[in-house]
């Protein structure tokens, strides 16, 4: 059975910096992308960030580019998120998420992602 284990959030001030993995476990073939989306009170889910598998490209939502790095560990089967500068706006639960099906896919569409995970927590407050 696929899992999706996130860990790293919590509460952290404008400006700071927090870094978030995503243990990923129970599949026998290589994953085709990885990421996370987020989401908000009152608001729908959001893609953040997506890792393709096959090359290794990575895509960020405009919100975010310059100050998020996504990166990826393949022989462990985890990706991280480096968010950095963050923002009051930031604060959502963020998911990680990943896709089995090896077919052309729009990254920023939650419906295309197979598994997700329980979500973490991030709050940017002062």
């Known amino acids: 059975q696929v899992q999706l284990v996130e860990s790293g959030g919590g509460l952290v001030q404008p400006g700071g910096s927090l870094r978030l993995s995503c243990a990923a476990s129970g599949f026998t073939l290589d994953y085709y992308a990885i990421g996370w989306f987020r989401q908000a009170p009152g608001k729908k889910r959001e893609g953040v960030s997506c890792?393709?598998?096959?090359?290794?490209?990575?895509y960020y939502a405009a919100s975010v580019k310059g100050r998020f790095t996504a990166s990826r560990d393949k022989a462990e089967n985890t990706v991280y998120l480096q968010m950095n500068s963050l923002k009051p706006e930031d604060t959502a639960v963020y998911y990680c998420?990943?896709?089995?099906?090896?077919?052309?896919?729009?990254?920023?569409?939650?419906?295309?992602?197979?598994?997700w995970g329980q979500g973490t927590q991030v709050t940017v407050s002062s």
């Open positions: 998420v990943l896709r089995l099906r090896r077919s052309w896919y729009n990254w920023l569409a939650d419906y295309e992602y197979d598994y």
């Open positions: 890792i393709s598998s096959s090359d290794g490209s990575t």
